[in-house]
């Protein structure tokens, strides 16, 4: 079965490996590091010559390189070589058998070392070694538990099992196969370098497969720029999957709190139907028996009417529940119009945002709309200790609620949902809030474990919360207090929704 696009095979490292013996003497003059699973080192030789070393599960590989790329802070290994391998010499070029596997050795002042690159799909590694094969360091870590040939520094190389010395490549036994007797002779030098369209380059001809090309004069001038764009589009279409999916998630938690929204407007409408209902069944209260689970009653306007009651509760109980559920939705109905504008400006933006990602054409624009999205606060990293589920709260009367510049704030609808939000949801870093000195709702904003970063605007919309949500929302002026909620305690054997907490500073809400 042959590949959707050409592979970087043994006989792929032969050729790139052609014009090793010219670069035997050169002096290493820098090692960099080009991507997360690859370096570079430049190397001297009468001419500058950069080698590309990669260890990309999918695209490892070995070749001279002249594709310039940006440079990353320096990772172990590249640190390793910078101060081992740097102003010294390449004195050896080795291609264990027919594997993707090689050998570079250096020459210098602190002795002879060598880099084993072993290019096997999500197996590929590279790591340096002292005079002793002992690993100075490597690429990826491989502990015992993982595999049965450990990777680890200090510790001695185990060469990986090489194959037989008449082993072929895939497509060489295809092309053999076919007839081509061309091919069995490419491994002693023998190459004829071609590039098929949407294929890729390869050292010999493949015309006996159908994979009719041109030739080129050089298979590793073919297979830098190959493979750099192969690489560089599929990083662009997953770090373009990675913001899509981040982007959309933001967007169905925005659609869910419409949702819910929605609901609550819906019981705001209905204030006046409880208040209503609590005006007739108090008119009524005396007809009504002791455990009854229904009233029939008539209205101001002569219509019969059946009220549905709660058998535990008096006829003044139920009256005096739907009283306080009106005033909560009357309340309320100015914060939830606020909300659902904000809400739904904020889920237009993402999907115009989401567009834009979708449409990208280079990682610059993507890093850029990256970005922007952060700034937003639609990619908020998470805290050190994961939360199982996304919204904990969800079922507890923990509300959440849409912030200046997409900040999220929750609060306790009671006593029972303050302590569950203080307890359970909030983390030690995040902010916690409450009205001095008097009863109110817990709020507390979440900051990914950096409060540092809070604006201020955050924290006072979180206080301006507190205040509508306490016996105080009629004052004129109102303290509240905030800290983080690692300075929060609940004594032992309290009320619900009672706390102590220390290290606070206070805003003043008008």
Not at 24 to 32: E, M, N, P, Y
Not at 118 to 133: F, Q, Y
């Amino acid at each position: 079965m042959t590949p959707r696009t050409a592979p970087f095979d043994a006989l792929c490292l032969a050729a790139s490996l052609a014009d090793a013996p010219k670069w035997l003497g050169a002096r290493v003059q820098k090692v960099v590091q080009v991507a997360e699973d690859a370096l570079a080192v430049n190397l001297y030789a009468g001419e500058s010559l950069w080698l590309l070393v990669s260890w990309n599960p999918r695209f490892a590989r070995l070749h001279p390189t002249w594709v310039r790329r940006e440079r990353m802070d320096p990772k172990t290994l590249v640190e390793a070589m910078r101060a081992r391998v740097e102003d010294g010499r390449l004195v050896g070029v080795e291609q264990m058998g027919r594997d993707r596997v090689v050998v570079l050795s250096f020459e210098g002042e602190h002795g002879p070392h060598r880099l084993v690159v072993e290019m096997r799909g999500k197996h590929s590694n590279a790591a340096l070694l002292d005079a002793g094969d002992r690993i100075i360091a490597c690429a990826k870590h491989v502990g015992r538990s993982q595999s049965r040939r450990p990777m680890l520094a200090g510790q001695p190389y185990v060469p990986p099992p090489v194959f037989d010395a008449e082993a072929l490549p895939p497509l060489v036994k295809a092309l053999i196969g076919a007839g081509d007797q061309l091919a069995r002779r490419a491994f002693e030098g023998e190459f004829q370098p071609t590039m098929v369209p949407g294929f890729g380059p390869y050292p010999v001809s493949l015309d006996a497969l159908g994979f009719i090309g041109r030739p080129v004069p050089s298979y590793a001038r073919a297979a830098d720029g190959w493979f750099f764009e192969l690489e560089t589009s599929e990083g662009l279409e997953a770090e373009r999957s990675a913001l899509v999916g981040q982007l959309e998630r933001v967007a169905l938690a925005r659609e869910v709190a419409l949702h819910d929204l929605a609901q609550a407007e819906g019981n705001a409408m209905r204030a006046g139907q409880w208040t209503r209902q609590g005006e007739l069944l108090l008119a009524y209260a005396n007809s009504i028996p002791k455990g009854a689970d229904r009233a029939e009653v008539w209205d101001y306007d002569g219509n019969p009417v059946t009220l549905s009651l709660d058998p535990e509760l008096t006829p003044l109980e139920q009256a005096q529940k739907w009283f306080a559920k009106a005033k909560r939705a009357k309340e309320g109905r100015g914060e939830l119009e606020t909300q659902r504008q904000r809400l739904n400006e904020d889920l237009d933006a993402l999907r115009a945002y989401l567009s834009h990602v979708r449409l990208a054409q280079d990682r610059a624009t993507l890093q850029q709309l990256r970005a922007e999205a952060a700034s937003r606060r639609w990619l908020q990293k998470a805290s050190q200790s994961p939360v199982k589920e996304e919204r904990p709260y969800q079922g507890h009367r923990v509300r959440e609620l849409l912030g200046p510049g997409g900040a999220v704030v929750l609060y306790g609808e009671n006593a029972t949902a303050n302590d569950y939000l203080t307890t359970r949801v909030a983390r030690p870093n995040d902010w916690w809030l409450h009205v001095r000195g008097a009863v109110s709702a817990h709020v507390v904003v979440p900051t990914a474990n950096h409060p540092e970063r809070t604006p201020i605007e955050v924290l006072r919309f979180a206080a301006e919360v507190a205040v509508r949500h306490s016996v105080l929302k009629h004052s004129s002026v109102v303290p509240v207090d905030y800290t983080l909620k690692k300075h929060v305690r609940k004594p032992k054997g309290s009320a619900a929704g009672f706390a102590t907490y220390t290290h606070e500073k206070t805003l003043h809400v008008n």
